[in-house]
């Protein structure tokens, strides 16, 4: 398996990308199609490892799965008869196994889903997910490394308030109250494009939802569900990956498929280090023609500054010019990476949540270790400003979230590839 980056340095791309459907939201597609028995089709699914874990974990659940690469057209079928067990060597691998959890109980009253565990980046628990489906009327405990939800006599719409607006416990929450009995309030709910998305696929299937993108959800509960066939949105997350690629890499990138609403701060960000952006007709151009300035940035849930772009916002102001403070208010832990980038030579203090960084020139070249997704498209990025060749290992870190990564890099004159 060609596990490790080879990342040569000095690399200012230049080119066409084009963005596919975004991760986070799939994976949740996916697990809320599990609400209506039938074919359910989505578009725009994106060839990446965490597609593959959720399919394996909806074939062994009975569903009858179906991906067509070229046009990432996925056809999910799923039985009367459901499974409703999810195994801990799937739901260990891609934390996102996780949001079965309210499709089940609403279906089958009962689902037993392995506890995620610990995570590289911060501790990521589940309290908000399980006090939600309690609050619908779901009985939950753990036994043997899983919990066990139960609500044999179906669930029941509640008023319900997070304490955080947990993207993954709204989701939960929203997939579980379609089907409950009556009414259910969510507020301080996440307003990720992600959850307007699956959203608007529940309606699709006949959900009544209505305050998607706000932080009060009001779901008023059906009898059931019908499949759909629901085109994903672009991968935001994507998207801003290529538009710092192009700003730490003095480069000038024209990314098709895109839609720039939904970076309206990491855009602002950007312009702010310099860069210079305008829109085309289906995406944006991100062009840089001198060393990036130094900005100050504090991850934020939806609108934001995303969290899941905390490793290229620090790559960035590793070769800025002057001082940045970045600040981490979603993961406690997801500054782990920033070992890895002072490896290759990044100024770069950290203090609790606050990583003071000293912008250099140039990076120095070393092999170095992904420790999740997007640390990992990070560092490549850091790479390709580093003096000679830099490993990356953990490969399959970005798999799982971006398609092609090298041969989309090589595309834009980068010399990336995969070594073993
Ligand atoms: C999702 C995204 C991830 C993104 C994150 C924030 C997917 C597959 N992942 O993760 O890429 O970085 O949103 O935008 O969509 N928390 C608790 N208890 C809970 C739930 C969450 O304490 O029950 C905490 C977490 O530890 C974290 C914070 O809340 O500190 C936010 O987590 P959450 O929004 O739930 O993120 P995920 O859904 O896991």
């Known amino acids: 398996m060609l596990d490790r980056f080879k990342v040569v340095g000095g690399a200012s791309l230049k080119g066409e990308v084009s963005v596919t459907g975004a991760k986070n939201s799939v994976l949740k597609l996916m697990a809320a199609s599990l609400l209506a028995v039938g074919k359910t089709t989505i578009r725009n699914v994106p060839e990446i490892a965490d597609v593959e874990i959720m399919s394996e974990l909806l074939t062994r ?9 070229p046009n990432g057209t996925l056809n999910i079928d799923v039985p009367e008869k459901l499974g409703h067990r999810a195994d801990y060597d799937l739901v260990r691998k891609m934390r996102a196994s996780i949001n079965v959890l309210g499709p089940l109980v609403a ?19 589940l309290d908000f997910h399980l ?3 309690a609050e619908l009327g779901a009985k939950a405990h753990n036994e043997h490394g899983y919990v066990i939800a139960e609500a044999p006599h179906g669930l029941v719409g509640a008023e319900i308030t ?3 607006p ?3 416990a709204t989701e939960n929450i929203m997939t579980a109250a379609v089907l409950a009995k009556g009414k259910t309030i969510l507020d301080n709910a996440a307003r990720e ?4 998305d699956l959203g608007n696929f529940l309606i699709s299937m006949g959900a009544d939802i209505t305050g998607l993108g706000t932080p009060k959800i009001e779901i008023i509960g059906v009898k059931t569900l019908t499949p759909t066939d629901h085109t994903t949105l672009p991968d935001r997350v994507v998207t801003g990956t290529w538009a710092f690629a192009a700003a730490i890499t003095q480069g000038d990138i024209t990314i098709h ?10 855009l602002d960000k950007l312009v702010l280090a310099g860069a210079v952006i305008t829109t085309t007709k289906d995406g944006i151009r991100v062009k840089m023609d001198r060393r990036p300035k130094a900005i100050d940035v504090a991850t934020l849930p939806y609108p934001g500054f995303p969290t899941d772009l905390q490793p290229m916002i620090i790559a960035l ?10 600040t981490e208010n979603v993961f406690e832990g997801r500054f782990m990476f920033v070992n890895e980038l002072t490896r290759l030579g990044a100024k770069i203090r950290v203090d609790g949540h606050h990583a003071a960084i000293s912008g250099i020139p140039q990076l120095s070249s070393a092999p170095v270790v992904a420790t999740d997704i997007r640390a990992g498209a990070g560092l490549i990025l850091a790479g390709l400003v580093s003096d000679g060749v830099t490993f990356v290992e953990g490969g399959y870190h970005v798999d799982r979230g971006y398609p092609n990564f090298a041969e989309q890099l090589q595309a834009l004159g980068a010399d990336v590839s995969r070594v073993d």
Do not use: M, T
């Open 61 to 69: 659940l009975g569903c009858k799965i179906e991906y067509s690469a």
């Open 166 to 168: 947990s993207v993954g």
């Open 317 to 326: 102001n590793s070769i800025a010019d002057g001082d940045a403070i970045v």
């Open 162 to 164: 997070l304490d955080f």
């Open 257 to 266: 498929n895109c839609r720039p609403s939904d970076l309206e701060v990491p």
């Open 131 to 133: 006090k939600g489906l």
């Open 193 to 196: 494009p992600d959850i307007v």
């Open 107 to 125: 279906r089958l009253g009962e689902a037993e889903v392995a506890l995620p565990g610990g995570d590289a980046i911060g501790s990521r628990g």
